[in-house]
C-alpha cells in the first residue's frame, strides 16, 4: 500500500468497543487486570498491554503504530517533545568516558544538551565538519559511541552525505543517530541512507499545524541494546512519555501529512526562486535551489522535495529586525511547518543565549532570517515580505 493509505488505515491493537474509526483518547493512568499473573505479564514486558500510562497507553501505542507502518522500524517510542526524543535516545547510548562524533551545526538546543549538559556527566564533544568524511573518519576512535547530525542543519542548511558517514560508522560498529525533523519520513527513507536511528520533532510537520508537542526516537533493529534500554530503562526512570492527547492529534495529523507537505514544499521552492531575484536579499538558502552547495546530494538522499525551510540574509541585524517589524501577513514566531508562515532572527532569540564568538563559530550569522513556510499562497507571502523589504 501506498503510504498516504498506510497513515489513514493502520489497524488498532485491539477492536474498539464501540467501532470508533479514530482511536479513542484514553485519558486515563491506570488500568483494572483479571488476574494477578496478568498484571504481573504487564508489568515485566511479558505481554504489550497497558499498566500504566506513564510508560504506555493506548493511544500513544497507536501512534507509535502508525509510524511504525509507515517506517518499516523495529520500534517507535513517542516522546513529549523533540528535544525529549533527542536526550532520552542520547543518554541510553553515551555513558562517561565515552565521546560522540557531531557538529557545531546543530540546533540550539541540542547543542547545548551535547556540549555542556552532557559534558558534565563525562562524554565528550567531538566536533568536525560532518561534510568532511576523512575529518569525521580522524575523530573516530575506541571510544566513540556515536556519531550525530541532522540531516538538514537548522539554521545554516547544510546536507552531509549520510551514506559515506553510515559507511564509517559501520567500519566501527556505532550508531549513527540522525534528526530528520526537516524532511518528513514518508519522503525518503532514512533506513535506506544507513541511518540506525531515527529521532523526529513531531511537532512539526506530523502534528498538523502546530497542534501539540511531541518528539519520536525510530529504531531500525541495528543496535538493538539501545532501542531496548530506551524502552524498558529510561522511559520508566525519566517520565518523558508523550501524552495521550498530544498522541491522538499527531495520529489525525499523520494522516493529512502527506498532502500538507507536498503544498508546504512546492510554496516554499516557489517563494526561494522568487527570493533569489529580489536585490534586498543577499543570500537565499534552500537546498532545493540549483545554487544550493548541496542541490545534488540533496536531490540523490530526499528527491525533489527540499523541505518548508529557508533562510534569507539582509545587510544587517538592523535590516533584519526592521524587516520583521514590518510583517503583516507572516508571523513572528518560533516553530517550524505550522500551517501558517513563520519568520524568526535566529541570533538573537533561539541561539541567543550564546556569546557573539560562539554564534560564529557555529555559522549562525546575524543576518539571517529563518522562514517557515505555511500554507497560504506563495504570491501572498511573497508579496508580504516584498512589503516588508520596502
Not at 30 to 55: H, N, Q
Not at 113 to 119: G, K, P, V
Not at 129 to 151: G, M, R, S
Not at 253 to 279: C, D, F, H, I, M
Amino acid at each position: 500500500m501506498e503510504k498516504q493509505t498506510i497513515a489513514i488505515n493502520t489497524p488498532y491493537p485491539h477492536k474498539d468497543a464501540y467501532g470508533a474509526l479514530s482511536m479513542p483518547v484514553y485519558h486515563c493512568c491506570a488500568y483494572e487486570f483479571e488476574t494477578a499473573s496478568e498484571m504481573a505479564d504487564a508489568f515485566s514486558g511479558k505481554v504489550l498491554e497497558p499498566d500504566y500510562s506513564r510508560t504506555m497507553n493506548p493511544t500513544v501505542t497507536h501512534f507509535e503504530d502508525r509510524v511504525k507502518a509507515l517506517t518499516g522500524a523495529t520500534n517507535v517510542v513517542a516522546f513529549n517533545s523533540g528535544m525529549a526524543a533527542i536526550s532520552n535516545t542520547l543518554i541510553a547510548t553515551l555513558a562517561a568516558g565515552r565521546n560522540i562524533v557531531t557538529s557545531r551545526h546543530l540546533f540550539g538546543n541540542t547543542f547545548s544538551l551535547i556540549c555542556t549538559t552532557l559534558a558534565r556527566y563525562g562524554v565528550e564533544a567531538r566536533l568536525v565538519d560532518l561534510t568532511d568524511v576523512e575529518a569525521v573518519a580522524a575523530a573516530i576512535d575506541k571510544n566513540t559511541a556515536a556519531l550525530f547530525l541532522e540531516i538538514i542543519t537548522n539554521p545554516q542548511m547544510e546536507v552531509a552525505d549520510l551514506q559515506a558517514l553510515s559507511a564509517l560508522t559501520r567500519q566501527h560498529h556505532i550508531p549513527l543517530i540522525a534528526d530528520t525533523t526537516l524532511i518528513p519520513f514518508t519522503e525518503f527513507s532514512a533506513k535506506d541512507l544507513g541511518v540506525d536511528i531515527e529521532l523526529v520533532a513531531s511537532t512539526k510537520y506530523i502534528s498538523g499545524g502546530a497542534t501539540s508537542l511531541g518528539g519520536l526516537v525510530i529504531g531500525y533493529g541495528t543496535f538493538p541494546e539501545i532501542e531496548k534500554r530506551l524502552k524498558w530503562e529510561l522511559l520508566f526512570n525519566l517520565g518523558a512519555y508523550m501524552t495521550p492527547h498530544a498522541a491522538y492529534m499527531q495520529t489525525l495529523g499523520l494522516e493529512t501529512l502527506s498532502v500538507r507537505y507536498a503544498q508546504q514544499a512546492w510554496n516554499a521552492k516557489t517563494l526561494a526562486e522568487q527570493l533569489t531575484l529580489l536585490p534586498e536579499i543577499r543570500r537565499v538558502n534552500y537546498p532545493a535551489l540549483k545554487s544550493s552547495p548541496y542541490y545534488e546530494l540533496a536531490q540523490q538522499q530526499f528527491g525533489e522535495t527540499g523541505g518548508a525551510m529557508i533562510t534569507i540574509d539582509l545587510e544587517s541585524q538592523e535590516a533584519c529586525f526592521r524587516f520583521l517589524e514590518r510583517l503583516s501577513l507572516v508571523h513572528r514566531a518560533t516553530n517550524l511547518f505550522d500551517n501558517r508562515t513563520l519568520a524568526i532572527h535566529p541570533y538573537s532569540t533561539i541561539f541567543g543565549a550564546f556569546t557573539p564568538e560562539e554564534k560564529a563559530a557555529m555559522d549562525v550569522l546575524p543576518t539571517t532570517i529563518r522562514l517557515s513556510v505555511g500554507l497560504e499562497s506563495p504570491i501572498d507571502i511573497l508579496n508580504d515580505i516584498k512589503q516588508a523589504l520596502a
